[in-house]
C-alpha cells in the first residue's frame, strides 16, 4: 500500500458536504465503502451501501421537518493511521430554519477512510453524539 493515493480531507468532505445539501444520496453513498461500520452512542452496526442508499431520503426528511435547513463542514482534522488508512475527525455545524427554536448545533464525528482503491471510501463512522438528540427529535 506504500503507493496509495494521496488523500485530500478536506477535498473529501466537501464533496460529502455538497452531495448532502444537493440530496444526492447516491452521491453520498458512495464515498462508503460497499460494507462499513456506523457506531454511535448506542453501538455500533454493520451497513451496507445499499442499505444506506435506501435510509438517507427518509433521514434527510426527518431533519427536514425538524427544521434543519444545512449541514455545514466547520472543520476537518486528518490523521494518516497507515499507508492506507486515514482517520478524520470531521466537526458540522447544524443550521436551522428560521422558524426554529435555535439556529445552530455543532457535532462532530470521526471517519476512518480507506484509500487503497480506486477512490478513498468511508469505512468506519464514528458519530460523538446521538444526531436525533441532537437535532431535538
Do not use: C
Not at 427518509?58 to 486528518?78: C, D, I, N, T
Amino acid at each position: 500500500m506504500a503507493n496509495s493515493p494521496r488523500f485530500d480531507a478536506v477535498q473529501f468532505f466537501d464533496r460529502y458536504e455538497r452531495s448532502l445539501a444537493e440530496a444526492d444520496f447516491v452521491s453520498v453513498a458512495s464515498m462508503y465503502g460497499s460494507a462499513f461500520v456506523f457506531a454511535g452512542p448506542q453501538g455500533a452496526l454493520p451497513v451496507t451501501r445499499e442499505a444506506l442508499i435506501r435510509v438517507l431520503p427518509a433521514r434527510a426528511a426527518q431533519a427536514s421537518q425538524l427544521g434543519l435547513s444545512k449541514s455545514v463542514v466547520v472543520g476537518v482534522q486528518a490523521t494518516e493511521l497507515d499507508a492506507a488508512y486515514v482517520s478524520v475527525r470531521v466537526t458540522w455545524d447544524m443550521h436551522f430554519a428560521e422558524s426554529s427554536q435555535r439556529t445552530a448545533v455543532e457535532i462532530a464525528a470521526t471517519y476512518v477512510v480507506w484509500r487503497g482503491g480506486e477512490s478513498p471510501v468511508i469505512v468506519f463512522q464514528l458519530d460523538h453524539q446521538d444526531l436525533a438528540a441532537a437535532l431535538g427529535s
